[in-house]
């Protein structure tokens, strides 16, 4: 059972926005930067947002990262089918010594 | 552009040890982080550590009794070695660069296309 929180799935039209969640507590999505990873169907999944909200070069400005407190947020504009993936949120949890890298379950994105 | 490679057996039997080396191309070890990740068919992430470029390293808690990750630095790779294993340890495993000033920064830049393993006898 993951230590972070997202929503099973979501979905929306071509064009349109979805917003993914994640969820934790102080001793990872609290006091430590969030990443988004997306992983289309049978490939490797691939860094979409670092250290809360930096889009790696090559990263489509669609996909908009935030966090607040405990929750972060992946937000997905301009849906488009390439969009459907499964996405990952990510964190550190704990401290330096003895912490641990966690990923969200993961949210299945569908285009409609 | 950096290049990540997984190679190793497909098949380990149970109680044995798993082994995979991951080959870096087009990119320098340092000075980043070399780790792995796996994801069991069908489910979710799994992080199991790391190793960075000067020693130091770090291993999921729940693995730490049975998991090596090593460098080899002139030769550009690096490898798990994990022991005992069980059915459970069935995932596809990635190799992965990861990167960030300090470990709150930690994040996963560079991927392997990843390796399938299957433990049993």
């Known amino acids: 059972q993951s230590l972070l929180t997202q929503p099973p799935s979501v979905s929306a039209a071509p064009g349109q926005k979805v917003t993914i969640s994640c969820s934790g507590i102080?001793?990872?999505?609290?006091?430590?930067?969030v990443s988004w990873y997306q992983q289309l169907p049978g490939a490797a999944p691939r860094l979409l947002i670092s250290?809360?909200?930096k889009r790696p070069s090559g990263i489509p400005d669609r996909f908009s990262g935030s966090k607040s407190g405990t929750s972060a947020t992946l937000d997905i504009t301009g849906l488009q089918t390439a969009d459907e993936a499964n996405y990952y949120c990510?964190?550190?949890?704990?401290?330096?010594?003895?912490?641990?890298?966690?990923f969200g379950p993961g949210t299945r994105v569908t285009v409609l | 552009q950096v290049q990540l490679q997984e190679s190793g057996p497909g098949l380990v039997k149970p109680s044995e040890t798993l082994s995979l080396t991951c080959t870096v191309s087009?990119?320098?070890?340092?000075?980043?982080?070399w780790g792995w990740i796996r994801q069991p068919p069908g489910k979710g992430l799994e992080w199991l550590g790391y190793m960075y470029y000067s020693g130091g390293s770090n291993y999921n808690p729940s693995l730490r009794s049975r998991l090596t990750i090593s460098l080899d630095i002139p030769k550009n790779q690096f490898s798990l070695k994990l022991s005992s294993v069980t059915a459970a340890d069935t995932a596809k495993y990635y190799c992965?660069?990861?990167?960030?000033?300090?470990?709150?920064?930690?994040?996963?830049?560079?991927w392997g296309k990843g390796t399938t393993v299957t433990v049993s006898s």
């Open positions: 992965a660069r990861g990167s960030g000033l300090y470990y709150y920064h930690y994040h996963i830049d560079v």
């Open positions: 087009g990119g320098s070890i340092n000075p980043y982080f």
């Open positions: 990510a964190t550190w949890d704990g401290g330096p010594i003895g912490g641990l890298y966690v």
């Open positions: 102080s001793s990872n999505t609290g006091n430590n930067y």
């Open positions: 250290e809360n909200n």
